[in-house]
């Protein structure tokens, strides 16, 4: 049966124009990235609502089998490892369940911009790039794409031209670089324009990136 995510929210400050749908990373919840709505310098700050929605708890398998909050199983460390689809596939129903609350609340949907971090980013990429309707952006950070060949066939046209800003450390001992730039090399081939930078990080984020997180999110938010 499917249920619901629940969310922690930041409510605008003023009317609720924008939205930003983040989702964590693997055995975080969503509060792990509520904190930077304070580090953001964005021209509408005050109109955007945040949901920061936690994980199903799942068991991990390259955990041991322990149960955590996260998107989606993951058995092996390696880049021809099998993703687990139906997950994915629950997980971005859920995000496009989000999505359909937010336009019940008067959002227009190329106002609703989706970030992730890690696991996060790849079910922002997926759900952002399979959603019917136009969307105004997709942060993906620190994260990769096991969905690609999945892409070829489910990705709908009206999000062909979608902002995607693709972020990782060169540092990365998670998610090996070499994999997000598979990911960005593959969203490439498939005719999407991705924003890409890398940092000297480890998998986390960094004040540089930052800057760049508000710079794209500026280009694509207007009151």
């Avoid at 929210?9 to 003023?14: D, Q, Y």
């Avoid at 598979?182 to 890398?198: I, K, M, P, T």
Wanted: overall charge negative.
């Amino acid at each position: 049966m499917f249920t619901p995510l629940t969310s922690v929210i930041v409510p605008a400050k003023s009317s609720h124009t924008h939205s930003i749908i983040w989702l964590h990373g693997l055995g975080a919840d969503g509060h792990d990235f509520e904190g930077i709505v304070s580090d953001l310098e964005l021209s509408v700050a005050d109109h955007i609502r945040f949901v920061f929605p936690h994980a199903p708890v799942r068991p991990v398998t390259v955990n041991g089998g322990v149960a955590m909050r996260a998107w989606y199983d993951i058995v092996e460390m390696s880049l021809e490892r099998q993703p687990d689809l139906p997950a994915i596939r629950e997980s971005t129903r859920s995000l496009h369940t989000l999505i359909e609350q937010e336009k019940k609340l008067g959002i227009a949907t190329g106002h609703i911009l989706l970030a992730g971090f890690s696991q996060g980013g790849v079910i922002a990429l997926h759900a952002g790039l399979t959603y019917p309707e136009k969307l105004a952006g997709i942060l993906a950070l620190s994260a990769y794409l096991p969905t690609l060949g999945q892409l070829a066939t489910e990705s709908t046209s009206t999000n062909k031209n979608i902002p995607i800003f693709m972020g990782h450390g060169i540092l990365d001992s998670v998610v090996p670089v070499e994999e997000a730039k598979a990911a960005y090399d593959g969203l490439q081939n498939l005719g999407y324009s991705v924003d890409w930078r890398d940092y000297v990080m480890e998998h986390s984020v960094c004040v540089e990136e930052i800057q760049h997180i508000n710079e794209f999110i500026n280009r694509i938010f207007s009151v």
